[in-house]
């Protein structure tokens, strides 16, 4: 019982940041402004799991961690520019009919050029560049328009757990002290788990 009581005040954060952004008191990225406060309340007051001379350290390691994400976003961004302006993706939407007209080499195909893509690429240009591209080839094709949703989200996704420039593994390995290789099997598991759902049309 001791135990349930000292979590409540963490499980409480879920209920204040959803039921803020849901009840329109703030938007999702002020939501995690005040996750962040209500965290950093409740380390020094609640558990003083941290101090206030412990704050400058943390100050700075986490400008840093955001400064590389930063980094990341604005090359993605770089990328996304240069693709556009070149028309690679229509380039790539003619080359895809080209090779083959049957459906399942098609839908091959994409996740591949989606998953290359997003190894480059932030997920929200890639959503915008792709989808006026892929979706009337899918659609012509049979495929479920919420299905080619689901997969051109998540197929971009992938970035976040590549080694080298996925947001989620910078983060992790920033804040679990870990090693580059320490990343290497979770990105391949999660590549593994996502790709046989996305082929199960």
């Not at 290359?116 to 009337?136: E, H, K, Q, R, Y």
């Not at 679990?176 to 082929?199: C, H, M, N, P, W």
């Amino acid at each position: 019982m001791k135990i349930v009581l000292q979590a409540l005040p963490c499980l409480l954060l879920i209920i204040i940041v959803i039921g803020g952004i849901i009840g329109g008191i703030f938007t999702a990225t002020e939501g995690s402004v005040v996750a962040v406060v209500y965290s950093l309340v409740l380390s020094l007051f609640f558990y003083r799991s941290i101090s206030l001379k412990d704050l400058p350290k943390i100050f700075k390691e986490s400008a840093e961690m955001t400064g590389i994400i930063i980094f990341l976003i604005g090359v993605s961004s770089i990328m996304s520019w240069v693709m556009a302006f070149t028309n690679i993706p229509t380039a790539v939407s003619n080359g895809l009919l080209a090779i083959s007209s049957n459906k399942i080499v098609i839908f091959l195909l994409i996740n591949v050029i989606l998953l290359i893509v997003g190894t480059f690429m932030d997920m929200t240009p890639a959503c915008l560049i792709f989808t006026p591209i892929f979706l009337p080839v899918c659609t012509a094709l049979g495929m479920n328009p919420i299905h080619f949703g689901i997969m051109l989200i998540f197929q971009p996704l992938y970035r976040n757990h590549h080694t080298a420039c996925g947001h989620h593994t910078v983060c992790g390995r920033q804040g679990g002290k870990g090693e580059d290789r320490d990343g290497v099997q979770t990105a391949f598991d999660a590549i593994l788990q996502r790709s046989s759902l996305y082929l199960c049309w």
